[in-house]
């Protein structure tokens, strides 16, 4: 139980959702979610050492989060033709 939940934390697919949402999969906006919050975990420490607690801790690092994966689509749409297909052409 612990070992799946581990493994499922840190599953590295934020990026192939991304580009997923960018090619109009809406269907992968919960996978999407779900990494912006996992990373936002990661974010939350930094922002703490810089002094930023509480509330405006975590909108901090919920934002950053969910920018960068915006941020990620916008790339995927402005460089259609890139793809994280590693086993591509």
Not at 4 to 12: A, G, N, R, S, V
Not at 28 to 48: Q, T, V
Not at 70 to 89: H, K, Q, R
């Amino acid at each position: 139980m612990i070992e799946d939940t581990i493994k499922w934390f840190f599953k590295p697919d934020s990026v192939f959702a991304t580009e997923r949402l960018a090619h109009g999969e809406w269907a992968i906006i919960p996978s999407l979610l779900k990494n912006s919050l996992k990373r936002a975990l990661f974010i939350a420490p930094g922002l703490y050492v810089c002094d930023i607690k509480g509330k405006q801790l975590v909108a901090a690092s919920v934002l950053g989060s969910l920018g960068v994966s915006l941020s990620l689509v916008a790339y995927f749409l402005m460089t259609p033709d890139y793809t994280t297909d590693l086993c591509g052409e």
